[in-house]
């Protein structure tokens, strides 16, 4: 077979690869552990939403404990969560800062309250519930109600256990878990409580969490454990159930171990998690940045417009000026816009306004790649070589050129994603990603897809009007 | 044929004109503090309303209610119809949650909040510091590139020096831009406008190499020509493409951003118009002829003897 035709299989394949992805309702990959949709993400700039830049409060210079800082991204990722906005994304930002990015929510103070409070670990009562409701508390991730500061207010709000338990059984049937998240559970202790928390191994190998209470701790806790042996206590953080052991034996002296399935990481998350209820560095926000919904929305539609009509002009220049070559060029170019759009859908990419910039210019950069191949070819062809010729030698000449000026836009690309991602600029990340996809595709639609057209089409080209059909 | 480089020297000239003035007026700028550097760098709170209802509070009002307040360093302008941007020093958590509500109360209009941004003074720094980083690191990276990418032809480094001082007067043509920009237009130098500098950056270099790549293959095929001849003919093999890549193709996409795009992106298409013509602009008439120049180490010429170069 030969590279032409492998060549087109290639394309083939991966332009349908690409419509798979792009159409509307694209089903994704629905199978495989992880089912996989495909959507078309915006960010903030377009849809209006907050973004907020938290920074550890500790003295610039200071070492990071970078597990600490892992986890107190969990701990605001869990929280934010909370919050019910779509597709917000909470990312470490180099070893002292966590960007948070909620697009859409329009309560900007709200958000940030949020994400200011300190994180709460409470030890609760799931006696009243029977092995399956834990399970469908577990599984759902939805936050439950507990009475910790609620007794003052107004006691009477709380069930009674007793009551909890009608409820619930009568209700399984119908929604299970309706019941579940608005019934108010009982806070046997707090975080403040916990001495400490490590990861240990058992004589049979298996990893558990070892902890120690405080004095007042351990009085409330083995008062607890010795009434409910074999009931399940849950630990709790910020409403969310991170754990839910059950209670084998009386624990006197506040000292017992979390045993269970453990891996060695899922153990060492808990015991972080236990040790550090409220957050393991303390936070500020240094930067928000609210964008109200109708200036991001004005913004992308005139700029989509704007696009299209340079887009078209583009496309009339191409096939006015370099005609055949034109034609294949823009067809090529299209190809290129599908299969970034796909990549974007897929991965998937963020877009912003900087990122659409980024598309735009790394489109120019295919342009161009086409333009050097097609002067090329005309020059080689005014040389009086014939086309076949012109043809290889054009590909051949204008290679190095495209690849070695496209490698320095990929570094530079790489510079910036550096830098975009370690200061939490989301514009410059934002833009050097879709910028170094561009580049990468550009690559391949110029030196295969045009190629593969270029040579199909010519294959069984018989006029030598070079003139009227490559535009010398 | 074209003789390009043969007044190189009334290029340079060029060049000079359009960049001396603008540094000039950013030197001004610098050492006066009115730089305008966005709240990125600097830190600070950016509040960009509008008022929904017919009242048109003048700035000045605006401004005494930030002050009354407590919020230093306040600036207020008008921007449209009823939109206004209000800048000022990093609010405090409890006055930014309040201070929407106080603006709606105080001129008795719904207020539409269209931006409203706060970056701590600390960060605004690094930002500063590392993106200045950012760049000379970008830029030490492409010369050892390119001089990989050039090791086959004589002086590979000279080619990556040259292509970085053109991108270097590029990059000073943007920021005279801006700094003309910031007095008549109010542009403010921000993380877009960092972005649009190093796609600027990024594609002059991107250019150059294109150019230089011309010259690399001709040195194989032209060994007898003299050098000067040999760079001349490569830009004048170059120039079609060159014009019909810039001009025809990317400059007709940002002009259509500039002209009807977005108010948010009309910023930056404008200054990457202009960066990413320079960067063709220099391939030609800056890049190219330094190359040369240094070829025949014309500054020995400049003083002493009152020859004409070339």
Known sequence: MSNTNKSLILIVVVIMLAIYIVVPNSPGIPFGENPKEFVTRLGLDLVGGVQALLEADLPAGSNINSEAMRTATTIVENRVNGLGVNEAVVQQAGDRRIVVELPGETDPEAALAVLRQTGLLEFVDFSALNDQEIQTLLNSQTKIKTDFGLTEEDASIQPTPSATETITTSETITNPLASLSDTVFHTIMTGADLKTAAVTTNQANQYEISFELTDTGADIFAEHTAAHIGDVLAIVLDKEIISAPGINDAIPDGRGVISGSFDQESANALAVQLRYGSLPIPLVVVETRTVGPTLGQDSLQKSMLAGLVGFIIVVLFMIIYYRLSGLMAVLSILIYALIVFAIFRGVPVTLTLAGIAGFLLSTGSALDANILIFERIKEELRAGKNLKLSLDLAFKRARPAIIDSNIATLITCGILFWFGSTFGATIVKGFSITLAIGVVVSLFTALVVTRTMMTLTLSNFKSTDYAKWFGI | ?310
Not at chain 2, 148 to 164: Q, S
Not at chain 2, 185 to 208: E, P, R
Request: hydrophobic share 50%.
């Open chain 2, 1 to 310: 044929m074209i003789n390009i480089l043969g007044k190189r020297y009334i290029f340079f000239a060029v060049s000079a004109i359009l960049i001396i003035p603008g540094l000039i007026l950013l030197a001004i700028q610098a050492s006066r503090g009115t730089l305008p550097l966005a709240i990125d760098f600097t830190g600070g709170s950016l509040l960009e309303v509008k008022f929904e209802s017919d009242v048109q509070p003048q700035p000045s009002e605006i401004v005494s209610l930030y002050t009354e307040l407590g919020v230093e360093g306040v600036t207020a302008q008008t921007t449209g119809e009823g939109t206004y941007v209000i800048r000022s020093s990093p609010l405090e958590d409890e006055v930014r949650a309040g201070l929407v509500d106080a603006l709606s109360e105080r001129f008795d209009s719904e207020v539409t909040v269209l931006r409203f941004e706060t970056v701590g003074p600390t960060i605004g720094r690094q930002v500063t510091l590392n993106a200045l980083m950012a760049v000379g690191v970008a830029a030490l990276l492409v010369i050892i590139y390119m001089t990989y990418a050039f090791r086959r032809v004589p002086n590979a480094l000279r080619y990556g020096i040259c292509a970085i001082l053109a991108m270097v007067h590029d990059v000073a043509v943007v920021l005279s831009l801006v700094a003309i920009g910031g007095i008549f237009w109010g542009w403010q130098i921000d993380a877009l406008f960092l972005t649009a500098l190093l796609t600027v950056i990024g594609f002059s270099v991107q250019d150059k190499i294109v150019v230089f790549d011309r010259v690399r293959e001709n040195t194989n095929i032209y060994r007898r020509l003299e050098f000067e001849k040999l760079v001349n003919h490569s830009i004048v093999q170059t120039l079609g493409r060159s014009i019909n890549t810039q001009l025809m193709t990317v400059e007709f996409i940002l002009l259509a951003l500039a002209l009807f795009g977005g108010v948010t992106l009309r910023e930056f298409a404008t200054i990457l118009l202009v960066g990413l013509f320079m960067g063709t602009y220099s391939s030609i008439f800056i890049a190219a002829p330094t190359l040369v120049m240094w070829e025949n180490k014309e500054w020995r010429n400049w003083f002493g003897r009152n020859q004409t170069p070339a």
